[in-house]
Structure formats: C-alpha cells, structure tokens
C-alpha cells in the first residue's frame, strides 16, 4: 500500500510519515506542497492531509477526475463509523482514498496521523511553555540580583522575599519578578 | 468574558469575506451580546468540513456549497452578489473576446499544432465560479471537459500560478482578478455581473445543529452581520472598508486591487441582496445537475427548501429593523 502525506509543516509530516511505516508494509513518502507529477508517478492509495494546507481543494476536485487528470481519489467517509470523520477534522487532518480500499486499513492509517497530529500538537506545547519557564528563570534572577543591591540581601534572603511577593499577590513568580523589574525602571525614569 | 455567546466563524481571503470582517472589526457581534472568533482557513473543504461537524460555528462558504451538504449546512443569509470575474493571461486576451469570442479558433489551432490543451482555473468544484466558467466556455463553442483543462486552485494562490505560467485562465472572486491584472499578467474579461446580473455567490454558511440548538445566537450572528453587510455597502464607508481588507490578516491584497471590484461590481446588502433567494438557488441546482454533481431525478425543490433558508434570514432581519427590498 502506498500512502502520501502532505503536510506544509514539514516536520509533522515526517512525524506522520514515520509513525505510518509501522502500521503495516507500507511504502510512505512525504511532501509540503501537492504536484501532480509526483501524485501520478507514486500513485498513492491513501492521501493523507493536513486540514491547514491549501491543496486540499485540488485533491477534492480529483473525485471529478476526467481525462487527463490523475487517478480519482474519494474522501474517507465511512457510515459504518460517524465519529471518525468528526474526530479526523478536529483533529486537522483529511484522508482521500483510492475507491475500494478496505475501511479497517483506512482507519488504522487515519489513527496513526491523528496521534502523530497531537503529538506534534504536544511537543510544540512543550517547547514553547521550556523557552517561557527559561525567560521566566532569567527575569527570577535579574530580579533577585536588584534585591541583593538594593535590599542588602543575599541571594536566599532576595529568593525568598520574591516568593513571599507572590504568595501575597497570588502570582507566579515570573510575573512578580517582572512587575518588580519594571517598576525599579520606571522609578529610574527609564519609561519618561 | 461576561455573558457573551461565544461563536468561531471562518473565512477565506476574499472581498466578499467583508461582512463578517466588518461585523467582527467595529464591533457588531458584541453589540448583539456575541464573543466572535474569526478564523482564517485555508481551503473551502476544510471550512466546508469544520462547519458540518460544528467544529466552526458557521463560515464564508460558496453558495453551492451549502446545498451540495444536502442539508447538514443552512444558509440563512448571502453574504454578497457578483464579484467573481473571469480573468485570461495577457497572451490569450488580445484574441480573445469577452464572451470567448475567438477562443474555439485557439483551441483548434492549439490542437491542430500540438502545442497541449489550455488551463482554466476555478475555486471549488461546486463553486459559482465553476459553473460561470463552464457556461461560458460552452457558450463559447467549447466543451469544458474535453476542449480544456479544468483545474481547481485556491483563490489566493491563482495569481502565483498565472504567474508561472500554470494557467491560461481562471474564474476567482475580487480582489484577485484586479491583482492579476495589476501586475500585468492577466486581463479581466468579464464579471460576474455581466454573466449573470445580481447572481448568488458566497453565504453564510452554518451548521443545522447550531439552528436547532441555538436560534438566539444564530438571530444574533445574522443580525450582526446584515448590520457588516450594509456598513459594508455604504459608499461613505469605501475607504475604511478597504483599510479593514487590505490587512494582513483578512486579505492581505493591495488597496488599489481591492477597490476595483467594490467600485460597481460587487454588491453586499442593497436591493435585498443579503435574502438568500429561492430562485438562487435553483438556479445553482439546476447548473450542478448539467454538470453531473447532482444526480437528475433529486428533488430540486426540497434541497434548496432545506438549505436555502431565508425563514431564519426574516425571522432576524425583521426584529433588528433592517427592511427587506
């Protein structure tokens, strides 16, 4: 079975891609853009797309195939299973089938890229919350280091007077930190 | 946010995305006691598809769209008439005429010469668009599944494709006809207006479930945005109105392209052209079935009944004091 996903982010296509190669024998490519040259030579039984990318509609319009254009695909919709196509587009993913392709066999593709789709969803999530708690660890030490030169405090003194900050306020610490930061430049005249 | 419904509507990049962007801009979905998310997507399937599965609470959508859901999306109101056009590569407009004249003679020689067939482009199978094209290629003398190529392209990616040489033609909504022709590649051979005057284009589209569930929040949506499509309409409003497109974030196109089609093309609200009209729609059945989209022996007449909704477009208008032409 040959499957091609497309997907602009190339990085979650390669995710896919790689998490189909272990559903069954599978011959799996990947790409950002749709071309019809690559689609007729790799002749793909399963279409698998992210809902974001642009050439969604030039594959719809393939269920209309007429001469000349390549091999007619239709979009999964399996009446057996209401909620996948559901679950698929909240997911942000579309498959187009080659028609006549066992349902079980669609799923189990469509499973993989909905997992690898969260994933990705995941780990960007992550990514963006360690940048955050790394800033959030130098305005913490920049504030601190304010504390220790204006309070005569050591560095355990400062820490624990910014935690006592934010327990009073009900605020993370970064923010206390921060809002401590400005005001210090603003009292300097920084902002006039 | 305090008491407000929340709603997510989506839109594609496109003039006629206007009373949408105008109600969510100026704050009319507030005003109705509505928290608005506006999404942009980036193909008619997916809005098509988010907006069947309630993923978006309604949606910009090609009128023909809605009825080829066969009932799972209503359109309760039009979002605009015209503004579509059909646009030809500056080598093709010299021997081409307006309404094709000349074009079978190219095909011919084409042909005879084996130099391929010709491209045209279109937005969306079940699009408008599509069926001007192909009504006017035929009343041209050309069969448009066998004479040309008929691709299907997004509307912000046609220019880029004329540009590389990809197309020869193509029938796409405002702004993106006056950007081509902008920047040389292409000329505008006629509008929708011209086609087909006051035809049907894009609506509102919105799940059935949303009117069942929450017919105070739909009457609020439909308010706010009658209330965009006649701001919208008001020459007084022009320049702002540009202003709001020309963002990045709605269109992106340049201003002077985005001026061309609202100048005395495409009509938002006046003359009742926000009712989503019986005869529209028939009007797009009758094109599908020619096309082989819908099956003949489908009931016509039910399946616009079902989707075209302008009960739930009166039912809103009326309470807000808008009147209807």
């Known amino acids: ?192 | 946010m305090s008491g407000l419904s929340e709603l997510r509507l989506g839109f594609i990049p496109l003039t006629d995305c206007a009373p949408l962007a105008v109600a969510a801009t100026l704050g009319f979905f507030e005003d109705e006691g509505l928290a608005v998310e506006l999404v942009r997507e980036a193909s008619w399937a997916t809005i098509r598809d988010k907006v069947a599965v309630g993923a978006l609470d309604g949606a910009h959508m090609l009128a023909p769209m809605a009825l080829a859901a066969g009932g799972a999306i209503l359109a309760p109101l039009a979002l605009n008439r015209n503004g579509a056009a059909i646009t030809v590569s500056t080598a093709l407009a010299g021997t081409i005429g307006p309404k094709g004249e000349g074009l079978a003679e190219v095909v011919a020689a084409r042909r005879a010469s084996g130099r391929g067939t010709l491209t045209f482009a279109v937005v969306f199978p079940e699009s408008m668009h599509n069926y001007l094209l192909r009504d006017w290629l035929a009343a041209a003398g050309i069969d448009p599944d066998r004479d040309v190529r008929l691709v299907v392209i997004p509307p912000p990616r046609m220019v880029e494709r004329m540009r590389a040489g990809e197309v020869d033609g193509f029938c796409v909504g405002a702004p993106w006809n006056a950007v081509a022709e902008a920047e040389g590649l292409g000329r505008i051979l006629i509008t929708a207006s011209q086609l087909l005057p006051g035809g049907p284009d894009k609506v509102l589209g919105v799940p059935a479930t949303l009117a069942e569930q929450r017919p105070d929040d739909l009457r609020a949506c439909l308010r706010a945005v009658i209330r965009g499509a006649a701001w919208a309409d008001d020459p007084i409003n022009r320049e702002d109105l540009i202003a709001i497109l020309a963002r990045p974030d709605v269109v992106g196109a340049a201003p002077a392209a985005i001026a061309r089609a609202l100048a005395n093309e495409i009509v938002f609200h006046r003359d009742g052209a926000s009712l989503p009209r019986r005869e529209d729609g028939l009007w797009m059945a009758s094109r599908m079935v020619r096309w082989g989209q819908l099956r003949a022996g489908v009931d016509l007449d039910a399946l616009v009944d079902r989707v075209y909704r302008s009960d739930l477009y009166r039912d809103a208008a009326e309470i807000s004091g808008h009147l209807l032409a």
């Open chain 1, 1 to 192: 079975m040959r499957v091609l996903v497309i997907d602009p982010d190339h990085a979650r296509a390669a995710l896919v891609a790689a998490g189909l190669q272990g559903v069954e024998p599978a011959e799996v490519r990947h790409t950002t853009l749709y071309d019809e040259a690559e689609v007729l030579a790799f002749a793909p039984d399963v279409v698998v797309i992210a809902a974001e990318s642009p050439d969604r509609d030039t594959l719809e319009s393939l269920r209309e195939a007429t001469e000349g254009a390549p091999r007619p695909v239709v979009m999964f919709v399996d009446r057996s299973e209401p909620g996948l196509a559901e679950q698929a587009v909240r997911a942000g993913v579309a498959a187009y089938v080659v028609d006549g392709l066992a349902p079980g066999r669609v799923r189990s593709i469509l499973d993989v890229a909905m997992s690898r789709f969260a994933l990705t969803q995941q780990l960007r999530g992550d990514l963006a919350k360690a940048k955050a708690d790394l800033e959030s660890r130098k305005v913490v030490d920049r504030a601190k280091g304010l504390l220790m030169k204006e309070r005569g405090l050591d560095e355990d003194g400062a820490y624990r007077l910014l935690r006592k900050l934010a327990m009073d306020r009900g605020k993370p610490i970064g923010v206390v930190a921060a809002d401590l930061l400005a005001f210090a430049g603003v009292l300097r005249g920084d902002a006039s």
